[in-house]
C-alpha cells in the first residue's frame, strides 16, 4: 500500500485566495483525520470524519475551512479566503477504525500564504 | 483546553546510549497515549501507544511508562542509533472526548551524536 497520499506537497498561495488540499486515506481505513502543524501550536486536529461522515469539526479555526469526504476514499481541505497566519504544514492521517487505534499519517501540505 | 507538555525541548545523546523522553498531561480522562516520531519533513509515525489499564508497554528497542497518578509518560529508547534522530512527541486522547479529548505535545528533539 501506498500509505496516505496528500497533494500538493508544497503550495504558496497569495492572502484571499482560495486553496484545496487533498487527501487518499489508506484504502480500507474508516477514519479520517486533518491536522495542522505549526511551530508555535504544534500538531492540531482540524476534523475527523467516520465512515466518510464529518463526527467533530470543533478544531476548525473558522468558517473560512472546511472539509469534505465524499467518498471512502478522498477528502478534501479548502480554505476560502486564505490568510497569512494560515501558513502551517497541514498533515492527513487514517484509521482502521477512530479513537484508540493508530492512525498513519500522510506525508503533508506545506502551505504558504502571501 | 487540555495541555500535553515536554519537560526538554531538545536531547541529545551519544550514538548506543539509552535515551527518556518525558511527557506530562492534565486531562486525568485521557485512557489512550501514544508516541509519535517525526522526521524532518515527513508525517508523524506512530511509535508506540499504551492505555490507561497498562504502565508499562515495550516494543523493539523502546518501551512507554505511564505513571497516572503523576499524569506523566516516557518513552525511552535502548541503544540509539543515527535513524532516531528527530522530533518525539505524546498524543492523548480521551474516549469519547471527539477532537477536544485529543492533545498533542509540542515534541522534543533528539540528537544523536556519533
Known amino acids: 500500500d501506498a500509505g496516505v497520499i496528500q497533494s500538493p506537497r508544497h503550495e504558496v498561495t497569495e492572502m484571499g485566495q482560495e486553496v484545496t488540499l487533498r487527501c487518499k486515506p489508506i484504502?480500507?481505513?474508516?477514519?479520517l483525520f486533518w491536522y495542522r502543524q505549526t511551530m508555535m501550536r504544534g500538531l492540531e486536529l482540524l476534523i475527523y470524519?467516520?465512515?466518510?461522515?464529518?463526527?467533530?469539526d470543533s478544531g476548525m479555526p473558522e468558517d473560512r475551512f472546511s472539509a469534505k469526504m465524499p467518498n471512502a476514499s478522498f477528502s478534501t481541505l479548502k480554505i476560502q479566503p486564505s490568510e497569512p497566519r494560515d501558513s502551517a504544514v497541514y498533515f492527513c492521517?487514517?484509521?482502521?477504525?477512530?479513537?484508540?487505534?493508530?492512525?498513519?499519517f500522510g506525508p503533508g501540505t506545506r502551505l504558504t500564504v502571501l | 483546553g487540555e495541555s500535553v507538555g515536554l519537560h526538554l525541548p531538545t536531547l541529545s545523546v551519544q550514538e548506543g546510549d539509552n535515551s527518556i523522553i518525558n511527557c506530562a498531561y492534565s486531562n486525568s480522562a485521557s485512557d489512550y497515549f501514544i508516541w509519535y516520531k517525526q522526521e524532518s519533513g515527513k508525517g508523524p509515525q506512530f511509535i508506540i501507544d499504551?492505555?490507561?489499564?497498562?504502565d508499562k508497554r515495550q516494543g523493539q528497542r523502546v518501551t512507554v511508562l505511564l505513571n497516572k497518578t503523576v499524569k506523566h509518560l516516557s518513552l525511552q529508547i535502548a541503544a540509539t542509533q543515527p535513524g532516531d534522530s528527530a522530533v518525539y512527541f505524546c498524543a492523548c486522547e480521551e474516549s469519547g472526548g471527539g477532537a477536544d479529548g485529543l492533545t498533542f505535545g509540542k515534541g522534543t528533539h533528539l540528537i544523536i551524536q556519533p
Open positions: 484504502s480500507g481505513h474508516n477514519s
Open positions: 492521517a487514517s484509521s482502521p477504525t477512530s479513537w484508540g487505534d493508530e492512525q498513519f
Open positions: 499504551i492505555r490507561s489499564n497498562m
Open positions: 470524519f467516520n465512515n466518510n461522515v464529518p463526527i467533530d
